[in-house]
C-alpha cells in the first residue's frame, strides 16, 4: 500500500472522526431511547411537567447516586407532614403585615 500524502491522511483522519462521531450519537440516541421506555411505564403524571424536568436535570447534575441516596432517605409522602405554599423562595409571607 502506498504511503498516503498528509492531505490524503488528514481526509482519511476526519472520515474516521465523523464515522464516531456518528456512531456516538446513534448509541447516545438508543440508550435514551432506552430510558424514554422507562418513563413511559411511570405514572409521572402526578408531578408537573416541570418538576419532573427540573427532577432529573437536578439528578443528572448532582450525579446518579447521590441523588438516589438523598431521595431514598427521605420518608414516603404519606409519612411528610404537608409544607405550606403560601410563602415565597425566600421564606417570607405573600403578604406584608408591616
Known amino acids: 500500500m502506498p504511503k498516503l500524502s498528509e492531505r490524503e491522511r488528514l481526509a482519511e483522519l ?27 411505564d411511570l405514572p409521572v ?11 432529573l436535570t437536578e439528578a443528572i447534575r448532582i450525579g446518579g447516586e447521590a441523588s438516589f441516596a438523598a431521595l431514598q432517605a427521605m420518608p414516603p409522602a404519606s409519612e411528610r407532614k404537608p409544607t405550606s405554599s403560601k410563602s415565597t423562595a425566600k421564606g417570607v409571607p405573600a ?3 408591616v
Open 95 to 97: 403578604a406584608s403585615t
Open 14 to 40: 476526519e472520515a474516521r472522526q465523523r464515522r464516531a462521531a456518528q456512531e456516538v450519537e446513534t448509541a447516545r440516541r438508543a440508550l435514551r431511547g432506552k430510558y424514554a421506555d422507562i418513563v413511559r
Open 45 to 55: 403524571e402526578a408531578m408537573s411537567e416541570r418538576i419532573f424536568k427540573d427532577l
